[in-house]
């Protein structure tokens, strides 16, 4: 029955809580989820730590308790190499450095994260009478809340983080091929026309400190068109002027919308790659317009394409089947 009227208690806090918990264990969050608990409990002082440092701490006698200051209780020390929770009735047995302090009492619960401390929830009190069975369970309930919205923060960090890898990666790759291609053909005009050579190849190195150097999440619609079409540059002057032809449009007012890095290249790579014809001219169009609040982006080419059954093929992970129908491809 206490733990029941105690989960009540505590989910009342916990969208409080999980707003300061998102940013993980930090001395903002500790200490904005110290100020949340102290009026929710019978406690004198409410403490937070990491497996190092003291985070957060509200209440009596903060100026004894510097928030980034190191650990100072044998208790909390001792917690954190066993992770058992304690329930401390005297100044010596949590371990004060002062034994003149005005708080008698503490509960001491672990916040985990893979099973393994990685913090302290601290409540102290001035009497250990003031320590019953609902504080007990008040302490338990608040360090299992606020270790489930710690290991909720870490997989959103890991995901994010996974996502973030395969971008960079994906921005980061060299096409040996296209590298090579590029390279020789700015040799060939050295010779023919040096003053292209020389173009191209402060194009080429613009080009690649682009695609290596960028660490932004985001960048303008205007930036990815602008490298778009430094890399379609290099493949006209491989193949020829007659060979492609790019026809490009920005809505007015779109130029400065942020999207993913990355995201109209490959498609325009996959267009000269794979829907090149032997004798007629490959067109692509790019086009950026407003639809409602959505920016829609549209890459086009009239190349060689690609048969329903290979469509079929290319996108079996995604469960189309035949009869599905299918936007431009």
Do not use: W
């Not at 973030?164 to 020789?184: D, G, S």
């Not at 002027?241 to 919308?257: A, H």
């Not at 109209?264 to 790019?286: K, S, T, Y």
């Amino acid at each position: 029955q206490l733990r029941s009227r105690q989960s009540n208690r505590t989910l009342r806090l916990a969208s409080q809580t999980l707003t300061h918990m998102r940013r993980g264990l930090t001395r903002e969050s500790a200490q904005g989820v110290c100020k949340l608990l102290l009026p929710a409990t019978a406690a004198a002082a409410v403490s937070i730590t990491d497996t190092e440092r003291v985070l957060g701490y509200a209440g009596l006698e903060r100026e004894g308790h510097r928030i980034g200051g190191e650990i100072q209780t044998i208790a909390t020390r001792q917690l954190l190499e066993d992770g058992q929770m304690r329930v401390l009735y005297t100044p010596e047995e949590i371990g004060f450095p002062d034994p003149n302090t005005a708080l008698k009492a503490g509960v001491i619960a672990p916040l985990t994260l893979r099973d393994k401390p990685v913090g302290a929830l601290k409540l102290y009190y001035r009497s250990p009478e003031d320590i019953d069975a609902t504080q007990r369970a008040m302490a338990e309930g608040f360090a299992q809340l606020l270790s489930t919205q710690l290991s909720t923060y870490e997989l959103e960090k890991q995901s994010q983080l996974a996502s973030e890898m395969k971008l960079k990666a994906l921005q980061a790759q060299i096409n040996p091929h296209f590298l090579f291609n590029t390279i020789n053909t700015i040799a060939s005009l050295i010779r023919t026309d040096p003053d292209q050579a020389r173009i191209l190849l402060r194009e080429f190195a613009n080009f690649y400190r682009r695609t290596l150097e960028s660490s932004e999440d985001l960048i303008t619609i205007e930036q990815e068109m602008a490298q778009t079409l430094r890399y379609l540059g290099f493949e006209i002057a491989r193949f020829g002027k007659d060979r492609i032809k790019l026809d490009s449009s920005i809505e007015k007012g779109l130029e400065d919308v942020e999207v993913p890095a990355f995201i109209v290249q490959p498609l325009v790579e996959n267009a000269v790659g794979h829907a090149m014809r032997e004798e007629e001219p490959l067109h692509i169009d790019i086009t950026v317009t407003r639809r409602y609040d959505d920016v829609i982006i549209v890459v086009q080419d009239d190349g060689v394409g690609m048969s329903q059954e290979q469509v079929f093929s290319v996108m079996a992970d995604k469960e189309i089947k035949p009869g599905d129908t299918l936007g431009p491809t």
